[in-house]
């Protein structure tokens, strides 16, 4: 089987062909990252032209690298959601496209369920169950994965997601956010001081697995304003002295945002292991699991608590098609598909789009008072 797999959900866009065997015969991620470092953020409709002035080539270019002509495919895999609307349609017109006019089915894609998935390409022996942890620029998930498509939520965040916190602070601190402020900050953080500034671990009064950074970023936010920063001065133009208080800064916290995180799944590896106790594996997938320090202490964790941890390599963490196809593959073999499109379909039809769509349903109420 060779599925294609097409991403538009947010600021990538990207696609890829992968194989039934987890083979990757050609992928392609065109970043919008500049874009966004000059406005401040992903303004929906700026995407959205983006996204739809370079999809015909991404897609052309996966298939070329892959040598594989459309109607050698056995499907079409798209993220419908969740993400931006506006976003979301160019990719999935674009899928369509393709699948009515070489009669493929069609695969609708979660895009968080593709973060957690690809894991299983990497990992062959991966089975189900197993928990997830999912940490993007809009997301901030504990799943439990029962079986392919059968997902229950143990946490999400109550305001912001942890890559969101990493953007803002990256942006506070001066630092160069034209490939992502997430690595930025990780950059800077190995020149600093972990300890210099104490920082609050968020949420420890709640005995759940749910996540808040919106606290933290005021914290840092504060101390960036009693540390007398000037956030428009970038780092490139700050004496020695002044870089390495950003650097303590990004340093503190970097470590607290990481305490939360782990503290978090120490307490969902728990709850996991209460409903299916065989699960052996926590997979960490999304943008910010491509960070070397949040990698290196969920292994600690997990190892001391007996499991394993798998995280995919950083280009499969952040936005790409390889796990969209890998997810569309996954699901096509149960036979979980769409038809093709019918011929006459006009062009731009674009169904079925789910900008909001859980993953999954939350774990029974009550539950987080019962422990
Ligand atoms: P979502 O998956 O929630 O829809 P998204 O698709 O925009 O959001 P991803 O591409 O999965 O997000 O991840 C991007 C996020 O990951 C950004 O917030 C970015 O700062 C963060 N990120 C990427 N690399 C790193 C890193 N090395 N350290 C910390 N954060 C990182
Ligand atoms: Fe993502």
Excluded at 61 to 72: I, P, R, Y
Excluded at 181 to 201: C, M, R, T, V, Y
Excluded at 228 to 247: G, T
Aim: glycine share 8%.
């Amino acid at each position: 089987l060779l599925v294609l797999g097409i991403e538009t959900s947010c600021d990538d866009t990207a696609a890829a062909v992968v194989r039934s065997n987890g083979d990757i015969l050609g992928q392609v991620v065109s970043s919008q990252a500049d874009l966004l470092a000059q406005f401040g953020g992903v303004a929906p409709k700026m995407a959205e032209e983006a996204h739809a002035k370079v999809i015909d080539q991404v897609v052309q270019q996966a298939l070329e690298e892959a040598n594989v002509k459309e109607g050698d495919l056995s499907a079409v895999a798209v993220t419908i959601g969740p993400g931006l609307s506006l976003c979301l349609r160019v990719g999935v017109s674009k899928a369509r496209k393709i699948a009515r006019n070489f009669c493929l089915p069609f695969v609708g894609v979660h895009h968080m369920e593709a973060h957690a998935l690809v894991a299983r390409l990497m990992e062959k022996d991966l089975q189900f169950p197993f928990l997830a942890l999912l940490i993007s620029g809009g997301h901030n998930l504990l799943i439990l994965a029962h079986d392919l498509g059968h997902y229950v939520q143990l946490g999400t965040t109550i305001d912001d997601a942890v890559g969101e916190a990493y953007d803002k602070v990256a942006r506070w601190l001066g630092l160069d956010i034209r490939k992502g402020g997430g690595p930025a900050l990780e950059a800077l953080a190995l020149e600093g001081n972990a300890d210099a500034i104490k920082f609050s671990i968020p949420m420890k009064q709640h005995k759940d697995c749910n996540f808040s950074y919106a606290g933290l970023k005021t914290q840092v936010r504060l101390s960036i304003q009693s540390h007398k920063i000037n956030s428009a001065i970038p780092i490139s133009s700050v004496n020695p002295q002044e870089r390495s208080l950003r650097a303590d800064i990004a340093a503190s916290f970097q470590r607290v945002a990481v305490s939360h995180l782990e503290e978090r799944c120490e307490r969902a590896i728990e709850w996991a292991l209460e409903i299916e106790p065989t699960i052996k594996c926590l997979v960490v997938s999304g943008g910010v699991a491509s960070n070397k320090y949040v990698r290196a202490r969920l292994d600690r964790l997990v190892g001391r608590n007996g499991l394993k941890l798998v995280c995919p390599p950083p280009s499969l963490c952040t936005d790409n098609g390889v796990m969209v196809a890998w997810t569309g593959l996954e699901h096509y073999r149960l036979g979980r598909f769409d038809d093709p499109p019918p011929a006459d379909e006009p062009e731009d039809t674009v169904l079925d789009l789910r900008p909001r769509w859980p993953l999954g349903e939350e774990l029974i109420k009550g539950r987080s008072q019962a422990l």
